[in-house]
């Protein structure tokens, strides 16, 4: 059993981004579709207007050509197609968005850092974390508001290596996660010379499942229309109640959560957790209660950052985290479906229950008990639920107050990117942001990185809280015992 997960090293990029001229506009390369497409109230929140920014890192043996990614970008665009689009409000329904299928195009812009490296990006276990300095890998559109930014923004930039970093933006509005990965890997496809949606991972897949093909993408978001006229049959705790986060500071009155969760400069913490590890959360819940990779992570990461904070032990805490509704509805969503199929189930505790000093295995299995009953009430009624919630609620924003929000990019096919000459070398997000995203590992199909930022004063022992699982000689003492060893492996994931 390995004793010490890695804290990963920061990587500051020195210097500017040598652009070649302009972006260039990317169209599809053949006619498409003409009209608007309407999005579903789970894919126009307000908290997801932004892009999802993936950075790929590429050694010099796997890097590809500009015009050939360009080329093929212009082939599976017609598959694609809203992607080429733009955003605008919609006419009939005040404060939402659609989106204009009018083959405007994607931007693709070309630059260069000779100063850096693939090798530069590859420090310890997980890769090196996150620096503001790479913002210079994305492209920055000069535009008025959101709504102006095209959907698919697009820079290529050269290393001295002769590697490449890939940094895609891709509007959240359009796609989650599984969408996002069905498309690259679509692209990728065409520039190895297929065609556009077949061979990508399977965006009906829950995120526990394997990579499968996936057949060319639905378009249509209707599947989660509103009832008319809505029913509201949950409380939904993952949403702000009158659009102000209030606690009860134990006299019955609400106050809100203290400066330490919330007004402070951050400080970017990366952690990797090899399959060793993982099994070693899991052990601490065995065999009594059976869980995932992700249950026993997320509740171990929420405890340690409710830990790390130490906020007033009567104040409310919520882990918030994406749950694949694919094949949660009734019936199903179509194979294919690229659009936001994701709600937040939400874990709630106070902060002196989640942080009791208790034994670890008793404070394991109550995280973990937590995050296993938030999945399980998600469920048909409980996603058209949310879905009218949010018909009734416009602009209706999570309860972020006292909430640390997981974003799992693990078990999509993200790392497996290949455009025929090799995998990425590296894969993870731009930049680290308040929420926390759980990453996949190269080279450890198991391994996770939690990489999130926390309150500078609090960094150290956030990691602290993380890691000192690993000297716990209680759990050592299991290790052995046959029946938590056939209890773990049926609970693989």
């Known amino acids: 059993m390995e004793k010490e997960a890695a804290a990963e090293a ?17 169209r599809p390369s053949q006619p498409t579709p003409r009209h ?15 892009s999802i920014k993936y950075l790929y890192v590429f050694a010099a043996h796997a890097a590809v050509s500009a015009d050939s990614l360009r080329a093929a ?29 009018n083959a405007e195009g ?32 994305h492209y920055r559109v000069e535009a008025q508001s959101f709504v102006a930014v095209p959907p698919l923004v697009v820079q290529v930039t050269w290393l001295g290596c002769g590697g490449m970093v890939l940094c895609t933006a891709i509007n959240h509005c359009l796609c989650d996660g599984i969408g996002t990965a069905q498309f690259l890997h ?31 993408p639905f ?100 882990l918030l985290f994406s749950v694949n509704v694919r094949r949660r509805l009734k019936p199903e969503l179509p194979r294919g479906y690229y659009g936001n199929g994701f709600v937040l189930g939400c874990a709630e505790s106070t902060a002196a229950q989640l942080t009791s000093p208790s034994s670890s295995s008793a404070a394991a299995r109550y995280g973990v008990r937590l995050v296993q009953d938030a999945k399980e009430c998600v469920d048909d009624d409980y ?46 997000p731009l930049t680290s942001e308040i929420y926390c995203v759980f990453l996949p590992v190269m080279g450890d199909p198991q391994g996770v990185t939690v990489l999130l930022s926390v309150p500078q004063s609090a960094a150290d022992k956030f ?8 000297k716990d000689t209680d759990v050592d003492a299991k290790l052995s015992s046959p029946c938590i060893l056939h209890a773990i492996s049926e609970n693989e994931s």
């Open 383 to 428: 996603v058209r639920s949310m879905v009218d919630l949010l018909e009734e609620r416009r602009g209706a924003l999570p309860d972020l107050a006292a909430s640390l929000v997981i974003s799992a990019w693990t078990r999509q096919g993200l790392e497996d990117l290949d455009f025929g000459a090799g995998k990425a070398a590296h894969m993870g």
């Open 463 to 470: 990691q602290h809280c993380c890691l000192e699982f690993l």
């Open 73 to 101: 970008l212009g082939r599976v665009l017609v598959d694609y197609y809203p992607l080429a689009g733009r955003l605008r409000p919609s006419d009939d329904e005040e404060g939402k968005l659609v989106v204009d299928c």
């Open 186 to 216: 679509a692209w990728a496809r065409a520039v190895r010379g297929g065609g556009g949606g077949h061979g990508a991972p399977d965006a009906g897949a829950d995120t526990d499942d394997p990579v499968l093909p996936a057949p060319p």
């Open 36 to 50: 608007t497409l309407h999005l579903s109230n789970l894919d126009d929140q307000r908290f997801l207007r932004f």
């Open 219 to 318: 378009h249509d978001r209707r599947a989660l229309r509103p009832r008319c006229p809505p029913r509201v049959a949950f409380t939904h705790p993952e949403y702000n109640s009158r659009g102000v986060s209030a606690v009860s500071n134990g006299n019955g009155n609400a106050n809100e959560a203290p400066p330490s969760l919330l007004g402070q400069p951050l400080a970017p913490v990366s952690l990797t957790f090899t399959a060793a590890h993982l099994l070693r959360l899991k052990r601490q819940c065995a065999p009594s209660l059976k869980c995932t990779s992700f249950e026993a992570l997320a509740a171990h990461v929420w405890r340690a950052w409710v830990r790390a904070l130490d906020p007033p032990g009567a104040l409310r805490v919520k």
């Open 106 to 137: 994607a931007l693709f812009a070309e630059g260069r850092l000779p100063g850096l490296t693939a090798a530069d990006f590859l420090r310890g276990r997980g890769g090196a974390r996150p620096h503001k300095s790479w913002r210079k890998l």
């Open 10 to 26: 920061e990587l500051e990029i020195p210097g500017e981004c040598q652009y070649d001229g302009d972006p260039v506009v990317v």
